[in-house]
């Protein structure tokens, strides 16, 4: 048997050609490096320089008392606090089942013309400003009762987080495989409950991560508030009258000229971002398990 050849010797063309192509995947790392950095700097300043200026302002006050009249220091912003809990949750109640629904008629009859249409209209009203859909809702709402209230507020949010829910779900339930919906349907399931009871229940974590991040999403949302909720120095007990807000409370006490106040904004834009941190970490949490898990 003839010996093995030995290990050709790379030619100085081949070395020349190796280090250029390392140097520039080097050189792609330090650009995608300094890229990160610069897209977080912004990230990082808006949360550095909100903790710093609102941290002052936190204590027990901030979160357990009303607003002190104008011209009187302390005081807090619990009725905002308060308020912004109240249009959420009224919103969640409008939103999530008309979202959730319009998904699962997007996903089930994805090739019919009135999907598609539904399916554009989603997109585009994603797109849509906030304050558009302030404007629309005190047009259609606000005028027709007569004064501001947390029921408008609340289908101004509602409007705002439609597209994300709807879209989300009907993403998540495409990516549940065929054989579920087969398997429910050999067995002599009618298809609404095999979509209701196994389909939407395999894609329920996914689709509760979306909902978390159109929380997020209407949270902080000001304009639309402006011209539906508006605002309330006291406990809004009722529907039908005007409630305070995180945002606009936020925005009110900005554009005053007492130091007290521009101090509790801060105060509130540090609490605002800090749930909105929460809502998004929480989503990415859900997601990274839910993808573990598979």
Not at 6 to 21: D, H, K, L, M, N
Not at 229 to 236: E, K, P, Q, S, T
Request: net charge positive; hydrophobic share 50%; aromatic share 8%.
């Amino acid at each position: 048997m003839m010996a093995e050849s030995p290990s050709r010797i790379a030619t100085a063309s081949e070395v020349r050609g190796y280090s250029f192509r390392k140097a520039v995947n080097v050189g792609f790392r330090v650009a995608c490096g300094a890229a990160v950095l610069l897209a977080l700097l912004p990230l990082v300043s808006v949360l550095y320089f909100t903790a710093a200026r609102g941290i002052g302002g936190i204590n027990v006050a901030f979160f357990t008392e009303l607003p002190k009249p104008v011209g009187e220091t302390g005081g807090g912003m619990a009725n905002a606090l308060g308020g912004t809990l109240k249009l959420v949750a009224m919103a969640c109640a409008i939103g999530m089942p008309i979202g959730v629904l319009a998904g699962v008629f997007l996903s089930e009859f994805r090739q019919s013309s009135f999907a598609t249409a539904v399916r554009f209209s989603a997109d585009v009203m994603a797109g849509i400003p906030s304050i558009t859909i302030g404007v629309v809702v005190y047009t259609v709402v606000v005028r027709p009762m007569g004064r501001f209230s947390a029921l408008a507020g609340s289908v101004a949010l509602a409007i705002i987080m439609l597209p994300t829910v709807t879209r989300t779900t009907e993403e998540l339930l495409r990516l549940v495989p065929e054989t579920l919906r087969e398997a429910a349907l050999g067995l002599g399931l009618p298809k609404w409950r095999a979509t209701l009871r196994i389909v939407l229940r395999t894609a329920a974590p996914g689709i509760v991560t979306g909902a978390m991040l159109a929380i997020a999403r209407i949270g902080g949302e000001t304009a639309p508030l402006l011209f539906t909720a508006f605002n309330n120095r006291y406990w809004g007990r009722g529907l039908d009258e005007p409630v305070a807000s995180l945002p606009v409370q936020i925005y009110t006490y900005a554009v005053s000229p007492y130091e007290d106040w521009h101090s509790q904004a801060w105060a509130a834009a540090l609490v605002l971002v800090t749930l909105t941190l929460l809502l998004n970490v929480t989503a990415k949490f859900l997601v990274r398990n839910r993808l573990d898990a598979r």
